[in-house]
Structures are given as C-alpha cells and as structure tokens.
C-alpha cells in the first residue's frame, strides 16, 4: 500500500513537471513570437514648399520737431495726410490705413539741470500703418516712398518692421502632410528592402510642428514653410 502511494506521488509529480515545462515553452514562444511581431522601423518624412505671404503690415513711421505744440501738430496732420494721398494714389485702399496717436516729447521737461538748450522744444513720432493684403502694390510703394521724403517728410527708416504673414497654413496643410507620410513610407520600405524584411502596417504615427519661416534675408515676402512627419511601420520576414 505504501508503495502504490509512492509510485501515485512520483506519477503525479512527473505530470506536473510535464505540465510546467509544456506552460514553460508555450510561454516562451508566446514571447518569442511577441518579440518578431514587435519588429518595427521608425521612419521621417520631410515636406517644405514656398509659399507667397498673403498680408503685409507696413508701419511708416515719420517724426516732425518744432517750438511751437499747434504749429507742430498742424504740421504732423498736414504729413499723415500727404502719405495717406500717396498710398491711395498707388493703389493701397483707405480701409486698409490706420494713424496712430502721435508720440510727443518736450525736451525742455526732460533737461534736468542741463544747461545746453535744444534745437527744438517738441518733438513728436508719427505712425501711419498699412494693413493689407495687396503685397506688390505695397512693396512698390516702399520703393517710391523717397518721393515724399523730397517734400520734407523726415522718415525714421531704422524703425520700420515690416510683417508678411502667411495665413493660409490650413490650407496647405493636408497635401504637406500626405507628401510627407509618403516620404516617410518610401524611406521605410527601402529598409526593409535592404533587411530582407515586408514591411506592415503602421504601428504609430506623430505629426511634428509646422514652421513658417522667411525664405532669405532679402524676401521676407516668400515663406518657407516645413513639417516632418515620424512614423513607425511593423516588419517581418
């Protein structure tokens, strides 16, 4: 009886240690398995175009100086009038230009003990702004602007920051994007061509950020606009 019960245990010991190393390979080429199927690349796609800017935002910024506030101001609306008579004259539309409120300094407020007196007591900043979407006519105009400095209009051309803005991004963005993934896709079969692989379905996609940048110093008209996309494709054999 003993023996019986000795010999079961042993039977049934063996059984078990069958069943776990049956589990034990089973799980490992489970894993195996996983591991082939997580075989992936990680490719990039590039897209960049140029674009023209749509909107150009034109500050003209002019300063006058005189010892008499009426005279100066009389001066100031007769020069803001002048250059808004320009611009219409050159095909700039009156909705699309706006006059700030001068900037006006009195020198003789701002001497602190200093003996030397100024020239001219006041003097005042004058900003007419251009805000349109008729970016050749404006930048020929900018080159004619030395016409009104001729009628004595003293410009402050150190201050002017001229903006293009392209504002037409989601316009373009579904055909950069395809243009990209497709890039990205071509890298990605050519390596698995290389690694004697099949490529397969994607197992994740990221879009990175579009930029909009000037083309060069010298066209800040033209944008040069770029997104790259990161996707990552399955491989087996």
């Not at 900043?125 to 004595?152: C, D, F, W």
């Amino acid at each position: 009886m003993k023996d019986t019960t000795i010999a079961g245990s042993a039977l049934l010991g063996a059984f078990i240690c069958l069943g776990l190393a049956a589990f034990g390979y089973l799980i490992s080429n489970a894993v195996i398995a996983h591991k082939l199927y997580d075989r992936h690349v990680t490719v990039k796609g590039l897209s960049e175009r140029e674009y023209n800017a749509d909107i150009v935002i034109w500050p003209i910024q002019f300063t006058v100086a005189d010892n008499d506030l009426t005279r100066l101001y009389n001066t100031m609306e007769g020069q803001s009038e002048k250059i808004r008579s320009f611009l219409v004259e050159n095909g700039i539309l009156q909705t699309e230009i706006t006059l700030e409120s001068p900037a006006i300094t009195d020198k003789s407020a701002q001497q602190y003990g200093d003996t030397a007196r100024a020239e001219f007591r006041y003097t005042a900043v004058q900003t007419v702004t251009v805000y349109s979407k008729n970016i050749e006519a404006v930048r020929k105009i900018m080159g004619l602007l030395s016409q009104l400095g001729k009628s004595g209009i003293v410009f402050m051309g150190e201050h002017f920051q001229t903006e293009y803005l392209f504002t037409r991004l989601n316009e373009v963005k579904p055909e950069m994007i395809e243009e990209a993934t497709t890039k990205a896709r071509e890298v990605a079969e050519k390596f698995a061509a290389d690694s004697k692989s099949v490529l397969g379905k994607i197992k994740s996609a990221s879009q990175g950020q579009f930029t909009i940048t000037e083309r060069d110093r010298n066209n800040p008209h033209i944008k040069h606009v770029r997104v790259v996309s990161t996707v990552a494709y399955y491989l087996s054999d």
